[in-house]
């Protein structure tokens, strides 16, 4: 199973159980309370995996942009060559 299927499940257990929890444990006197509790919860958890999720793609981002750029370098190397080629072959055969 790979790492990043390791961590969701986690996670997911996690913010499962702490919710389950906090339902079945209220405050005495205070079971109003806990759905609030639980949906602040969730909004800090959303806004906790949103900003991973932006930083991730941020990360896979300038991997893709640096490998773009290398991709590019060897075209252009490649190219070179080829035409360094060309004029070899050409002054072969004159």
Known sequence: MS???VIFYFSAGLVT???LGVLFAPEKGKGMEAGSRILKMKDDYIDEWKQKFDD???GVS???EKVRETVNE???QAQSKLE?????TRKEHE
């Open 3 to 5: 790492t990043a299927k």
């Open 17 to 19: 159980g702490a919710s």
């Open 56 to 58: 991730f793609i941020d």
């Open 84 to 88: 360094g080629v060309k004029l070899e």
């Open 62 to 64: 300038g991997k893709l």
């Open 74 to 76: 060897l075209a252009n």
